[in-house]
Nanobody, 126 residues
Framework: EVQLVESGGGLVQPGGSLKLSCTGS????????IGWFRQVPGKEREGLSC????????YYTDAAKGRFTISTDSAKNTVYLQMNSLKLDDTAIYYC???????????????????WGQGTQVTVSS
């Protein structure tokens, strides 16, 4: 069974940083692309970034460029999202998602996410 588990969310002040983790199990991690998304209640889900564990591709949407960095540790089956200079409107539930993407750019997971984690809450507040 494919499982993705997010962790690392919490309460942070504006300008602060958080590092989210997405740990996978039940599948060959190196064959998958993993993406990060966020959603505020009542609003559409927003894609942020992705990494292709097969081709090492990365991609950032405008919402993530310049402040967020995605990375992967295949030995730990974990993808990270380092978030810096957090703003009030970064408050959301953050999800990771996966799709099998061998020799395919990771952008595929932002378009067709298949497996989802349960989400982790990030609250930016003073």
């Amino acid at each position: 069974e494919v499982q993705l588990v997010e962790s690392g969310g919490g309460l942070v002040q504006p300008g602060g940083s958080l590092k989210l983790s997405c740990t996978g199990s039940g599948f060959n991690f190196d064959d998958y692309a993993i993406g990060w998304f966020r959603q505020v209640p009542g609003k559409e889900r927003e894609g942020l970034s992705c990494v292709g564990n097969s081709d090492r591709s990365t991609y950032y949407t405008d919402a993530a460029k310049g402040r967020f960095t995605i990375s992967t540790d295949s030995a730990k089956n974990t993808v990270y999202l380092q978030m810096n200079s957090l703003k009030l409107d970064d408050t959301a539930i953050y999800y990771c998602a996966g799709i099998r993407a061998v020799r395919t750019h990771c952008y595929a997971v932002l378009k067709m996410p298949y497996y989802w984690g349960q989400g982790t809450q990030v609250t930016v507040s003073s």
